[in-house]
């Protein structure tokens, strides 16, 4: 990021075009910056998604699916460091897969 897109205010540094508004997102040396945040400085992102119930089915399904996979590498694959990086890799594709589901 350049110098000349950022802005030094008396809590902290904030970019130009307004991304953070240091009333809404405080900087953490500033008092009382993240106690009380009201809900509505969440950013989008790091709110909470309740699925509707044909999402909660589809959930359902890819996680079976998901259980099924990893029933098999553990059926075919000697324990091992591999086979725990196939299974976090899954762990891990089934969450993004989630993800997905509840935001796309």
């Not at 307004?18 to 009382?32: E, L, N, V």
């Not at 990893?70 to 990086?85: A, E, F, N, Q, W």
Request: charged share 25%.
């Amino acid at each position: 990021m350049k110098e000349k897109d950022i802005q030094e205010t008396d809590s902290g540094l904030y970019l130009m075009d307004g991304d953070i508004d240091p009333d809404i997102y405080p900087t953490p040396d500033a008092p009382d910056a993240f106690v009380n945040k009201p809900a509505c400085a969440i950013r989008p992102e790091f709110k909470s998604n309740a699925p509707t119930t044909d999402q909660i089915d589809r959930i359902n399904t890819l996680r079976a699916a998901y259980s099924n996979l990893r029933d098999i590498l553990g059926y075919s694959c000697k324990s091992g460091v591999y086979t725990s990086l196939a299974c976090t890799a899954l762990e891990e594709s089934c969450m993004w897969a989630t993800k997905g589901i509840t935001l796309d």
